[in-house]
Structures are given as structure tokens and as C-alpha cells.
């Protein structure tokens, strides 16, 4: 049986299509509707669908928003289009659309698309080797091995892609070190082109191997995840992988291990070893290979660590207050010092706080800013010291991550404002929503409304029309342009309510300010 999900924001196409498609072909059924994207983002991480339909013009997320979105999930999208959008629906088949259809959709068309998608399914089950379909899993492996709740379905399927004499399995998490410096230079400047470089080089390194096979399951900015399947890394191999990477496209990457299973329910689990064991970077330094069963035999060694006082200290340097992340310090160090540790288990202790505490730089990427006129946290980890120094140094540097991260916090203020304008910018002329433009921003409508005002001056709606005007009034300056001409280009159907709200922010009416206008230039003349 084969699941489509039809999205569309007018209700009679989406009934029409419900009710069409399993009378055109038997093997398939509607296994859900979506008024927008997001809804049928929704549907599609509940329902698994074959197909999904999608018009382009919706409110919130619109059709190529969504196929974009779509690119991460095993499922074929079909753009519908009115003429009008024609141009759109051959862009969308480029960026990855199964094909589109123009409305009004004719029978004939849904029956051979739902034919021809049937057709492509038996084709990808027929493949030699499933864990090269064509489809792309990466967020189904993603969302399972995060243990999502709507994930659980997945399982089957994605065990399926592997091959089927696959005995032990192993999770390797791969991350390129300072992200965020490679993409500014010049030699790479793009995200995607790092990773890429990154990924080939991995791929051709691991065709060599005779003993095993690496799947590339999923990426997430700076880290891609990976399966081994068959003869497990060990550190010695990872290390040798880390410095070819490094050879050959002059990039630093760590690696976590995690340790090995034969069952492929455990994988969730290997799946948190690995991300682990990547931690040791955070202390040991970067280029690293760290396998996560290692690191459990020190833990074991070391019972008794404050992780409550661990959390609550990183807590409150997330939320900016060094001074009770340093009251916190204090109960920490006499609360080591009460159970009468020796000189290695205070060192672990006191480096495994360092590690938790170089996590929040590392995530927020501020490790210039933090570490700027004092001695890397890193070189702690190189040579025996007191709890005096210790304390000392923790000082210094809670205080830089505080400054660090409020300087983080406005910067990325700064860039999600600029982002959020540019598209209100880029998208005036038409009827754009508040709850689109926070979806640009990767916000929540309630919390961006709040954010804009705070940053701008204006609520969304007053920006909004303020910068209509202004384009109106420019536009004005073309005689040739009708007055119900420039009140549609700048996103106004109804020419009266245009002119009513023109005149209530520029003080006369639209024909008022054409009229002074002109007689200006005369004057100017």
C-alpha cells in the first residue's frame, strides 16, 4: 500500500484530491492533510508517507520552504502550481521536486504520477545495495537515534538499509574543529563546501577497507555521524583518518568511538557513547581519536563527582551571572576537598568541571573571545597544579565567558534582526504574515514580535507599513504608474484601504502627494 499527504491552503482542493486518488488507483490512500508546511512536516515524521502533494502559495511555510525541508525525510514531493507560478514549479523540479502539476489537476495526471512514484519506489527496493537508495534517511536516523517519540517507527526501515549480514555495528561521531573560523576564509566560506570536503575525503579512505563498511548516516553542522559496520575503529585507525583529513584538504577533526553491538536496537545508546566520547576534545584539545569506553574506566575510577553542582555552576553561566557560577566553584572545590580525594582524583575532578564548562564555549563558539589574554584552558590538562591556581584560573574565566557570551548574545541579535529585515524587505509586495517572517528568524511569533519591537522601535505590522509607504511614495514618481498600479506592487489589493492608510501616515491623500510632487519639480526647474 503506498500513503500520499496532500497540502494545500484551500480546502476544497485538498478534499478533491482525498477522495480522487484511492479511486484512481487502489494501491494508494490519503493518509493525512496540511493547510501549510509546518503542518505537513508534522504529518510526515507521524504518517512515513510515499508522496507527498503540495501547492506552492501557503501561508506560514509555503511549498518550496517545505520541499526544502523535505530534502532530510525518504518521501517524493510533487509541487502544485497555478499558471501564474509556472516558473516557480520548474525551479522546485530543480531543487528536488519529483515533478509538478498545474492546476487544474486533470485525473489522467494524478493517475500517471501515482504510477510513475510506484514505479520509482520498486525501482529503489530493487537496488543492489539498499544503503545506497536514493532516497535520503538522514533525518529518520537522526530523529531515531536522538530517541524522538515519533521516531519509534522508523526502526524497521532503517535496519532494512544495511546490509543484511551485518554483525557488529559501531557509531563514530566526526567533528571538524573550529567550524566557524573555516567558513570565513576565503579558501572555503561555505558550510555545506566544508563538510563536503570533509565527507570525500572519509568516503575514498573507507572504500580501501576490506574489513569494513562506513555509512554516512546523518550531518548537523560542524559533526557527521557515521556506522561502522563490521571490524570496529579503533582509536589507532581513527587517528589515522584524522591526520589524512588533515593532509589532504588541511582540515582538523576529532572523532568519538563508540563501543560495538551486534543488536541494532542498542544503536541510540552507541549513539550517546560516541557524542561522549567526543567531549575529550574539550579537554584533551583538538585532532583528537577517543574511544568512549575508555573514558567510562576513568569515570568508574572517580565515584562521587558533584554533577549537581557541576550543572547548576554551567547553569549559571549560561544565563550570564559568573558571580553565583563562582559561589557555586567554591561549594564545589570544599565539597571535593570534604571526601579526602587523592591529588589524581581531584585533578580528574576538577578537569572533568573544566570539560563541562569548555562545552558551553565550545557550543556558542566563543573560544577566541573567552580564552583572549589568558592561558588556554587545555594547558591545565599538561602539568600538575593547585587548588589555589585552579580556583584562580576558573575565576578569570567565568568572568571572560560571561562577557563572551553577552557580546555572542547581542552579535546574534544583530544578524537574526538583519535576516528578518531583509526578507520583510525582499518580500513587501506581498502578503507576508508575522508568523512567516519569525519562521525566517527560527522563532516564535509571540517571542519575535516582542524581539522586533525591542530591536527596531516598531511592532512588525508598523515596520511593515511604514516601509510600504515609503516604496509607494517612490513609485509615485513614476507618471505612468496608476494609482491602484502602485498600491498592488507594494502589497495592497484594495486601493482605498491604501489610500486611506497613505494618508494617515504621510498627512495627504495619494493624488495630494503626487500633486506637490510634481509642482516641486516645476519649482526645482
Not at 530591536?455 to 496608476?482: S, W
Amino acid at each position: 500500500m503506498y500513503r500520499a499527504i496532500i497540502v494545500d491552503d484551500e480546502p476544497r482542493i485538498r478534499r478533491g484530491l482525498t477522495s480522487l486518488i484511492p479511486k484512481l488507483d487502489p494501491e494508494w490512500s490519503v493518509a493525512g492533510e496540511a493547510k501549510n508546511g509546518m503542518e505537513a512536516l508534522d504529518l510526515v515524521r507521524k504518517e512515513m508517507p510515499d508522496l507527498v502533494i503540495t501547492d506552492i502559495r501557503m501561508p506560514k511555510m509555503n511549498g518550496l520552504d517545505l520541499l526544502s525541508a523535505l530534502k532530510e525525510y525518504p518521501v517524493r514531493v510533487v509541487i502544485l502550481s497555478g499558471y501564474g507560478y509556472f516558473e516557480y514549479a520548474q525551479t522546485a523540479v530543480k531543487f528536488g521536486a519529483f515533478d509538478y502539476l498545474l492546476k487544474p489537476v486533470k485525473p489522467p495526471e494524478i493517475k500517471s504520477l501515482l504510477q510513475r512514484v510506484k514505479e520509482r519506489r520498486g525501482a529503489d527496493e530493487a537496488s543492489a545495495k539498499p544503503a545506497r537508495d536514493s532516497l535520503n534517511y538522514s533525518k529518520w536516523w537522526k530523529d531515531w537515534l536522538l530517541e524522538e517519540e515519533d521516531a519509534r517507527s522508523y526502526e524497521d526501515k532503517l535496519k532494512s538499509l544495511l546490509p543484511a549480514e551485518a554483525e557488529e555495528l559501531q557509531l563514530l561521531a566526526v567533528e571538524i574543529d573550529r567550524y566557524e573560523e573555516l567558513i570565513g576564509e576565503d579558501q572555503w566560506g561555505d558550510k555545506q563546501l566544508v563538510a563536503f570536503a570533509v565527507r570525500n575525503v572519509i568516503q575514498e579512505l573507507a572504500a580501501e577497507s576490506r574489513e569494513s563498511e562506513l555509512l554516512p548516516l546523518f550531518a548537523s553542522g560542524p559533526r557527521i555521524l557515521y556506522l561502522t559496520v563490521g571490524k570496529a575503529l579503533n582509536p589507532d585507525a581513527a587517528r589515522i583518518l584524522i591526520e589524512k583529513v588533515g593532509k589532504w584538504v588541511k582540515i582538523s577533526i576529532s572523532i568519538g568511538l563508540s563501543g560495538t553491538t551486534k543488536d541494532f536496537r542498542e544503536l541510540p545508546a552507541l549513539f550517546r557513547q560516541a557524542s561522549e566520547a567526543l567531549r575529550d576534545k574539550w579537554i584533551r584539545g583538538e585532532g583528537i581519536a577517543s574511544l568512549y569506553e575508555d573514558g567510562a574506566n576513568i569515570a568508574r575510577e572517580a565515584l562521587g563527582y558533584p554533577v549537581e553542582l557541576d550543572e547548576a555552576i554551567c547553569r549559571e553561566l549560561r544565563a550570564g551571572d559568573p558571580d553565583k557560577a563562582l559561589e557555586g566553584l567554591e561549594r564545589f572545590l570544599l565539597e571535593v576537598a570534604s571526601v579526602k580525594q587523592s591529588y589524581p582524583i581531584f585533578q580528574r575532578f576538577a578537569l572533568q568541571l573544566l570539560s563541562s564548562v569548555y562545552r558551553i564555549v565550545y557550543e556558542n563558539r566563543i573560544d577566541d573571545a573567552a580564552n583572549k589574554g589568558i592561558i588556554r584552558p587545555q594547558e591545565l590538562f599538561r602539568r600538575e597544579f593547585s587548588v589555589e591556581e585552579y580556583r584562580l584560573f576558573m575565576t578569570e574565566w567565568f568572568v571572560a565567558i560571561a562577557e563572551a557570551l553577552e557580546w555572542r548574545r547581542k552579535q546574534r541579535n544583530n544578524r537574526t534582526i538583519e535576516k528578518a529585515i531583509e526578507f520583510i524587505r525582499g518580500q513587501y509586495a506581498r502578503d507576508i504574515s508575522l508568523e512567516e517572517v519569525a519562521h525566517q528568524a527560527g522563532m516564535s511569533s509571540s517571542y519575535f514580535s516582542t524581539f522586533f519591537k525591542q530591536e527596531t522601535g516598531d511592532n512588525f505590522v508598523e515596520y511593515l507599513t511604514r516601509l510600504r509607504i515609503e516604496k509607494a511614495k517612490a513609485l509615485m514618481t513614476d507618471a505612468e504608474l496608476r494609482l491602484y498600479e502602485i498600491s498592488r506592487l507594494v502589497g495592497y489589493q484594495d486601493v482605498k484601504y491604501f489610500s486611506r492608510l497613505f494618508k494617515r501616515h504621510v498627512g495627504a491623500t495619494p493624488a495630494e502627494y503626487r500633486q506637490f510632487f510634481y509642482r516641486k519639480e516645476e519649482g526645482d526647474g
